[in-house]
């Protein structure tokens, strides 16, 4: 994690992992100065929360009061019921948001605070999957070794997945192109990861056969 600093203004992290951005970020900020606002049943941000970050929003403070509201993702109903607070907050209050879905975040929200993008690619996913030589047996020695991973994980592997088809020069048609798009909203929807992981490794091994 690149977070290595305390952030002083309003701000979107795009980030890996949520927690351990959290983590990294809270050792800059005094206790008595800081809310954290996560829904810790699930890890999408939603109107509950959103109704708890209005209400400490306009608990006045005398001296600058950060708030800091985790989730993996944010529905859409919460955004918009912040949107007022974000737009016009209140004197001495600086909302941070923490989040691992860029897509989950509407462009109203986006238009009003900055983003920054700490989002890696993992190397490890990277360079095990040759994606312009897949093969049956590596798709399947690949999938019996991810039964178990995380929605994050999962995300992770994906966009490493894009990423080398990117740098190979790999063309890829509209309809293969939407897929990618459409695992990461199935990911965020609780689709099993090894599921979205199986259609999309299935589809470039297709892909391979016919070229």
């Not at 951005?21 to 606002?37: D, W």
């Not at 109704?51 to 993996?72: F, Q």
């Not at 907050?89 to 605070?113: E, H």
């Not at 178990?148 to 309809?175: C, G, H, M, W």
């Amino acid at each position: 994690m690149f977070i290595d600093k305390k952030i002083e203004t309003a701000q979107i992290l795009i980030v890996n992992d949520v927690e351990e951005a959290l983590n990294t970020l809270l050792p800059f900020y005094s206790k008595h100065n800081i809310r954290v606002i996560k829904n810790d049943q699930k890890d999408e941000f939603q109107i509950a929360q959103a109704h708890a970050a209005i209400k400490e929003a306009y608990i006045s403070s005398n001296e600058k009061k950060y708030l800091i509201l985790v989730g993996r993702s944010f529905r859409n109903e919460a955004q918009n019921a912040l949107l007022k607070v974000f737009e016009e907050p209140p004197k001495n209050i600086v909302f941070i948001i923490i989040t691992s879905s860029k897509s989950s975040i509407l462009p109203t929200i986006f238009s009003r605070i900055p983003h920054k993008y700490y989002k890696t690619v993992s190397k490890r996913e990277e360079i095990t999957l040759d994606v312009d030589k897949l093969d049956l047996k590596e798709v399947y020695l690949f999938l019996k070794d991810s039964q178990r991973i995380t929605k994050d994980e999962a995300r992770t592997i994906i966009e490493a997945i894009l990423y080398k088809v990117s740098s190979k020069k790999i063309e890829l048609n509209q309809k293969e192109l939407e897929l990618f798009s459409k695992s990461i909203k199935l990911l965020e929807l609780n689709s099993r990861p090894i599921n979205v992981l199986t259609s999309l490794l299935l589809m470039l091994l297709n892909r391979n056969k016919r070229v």
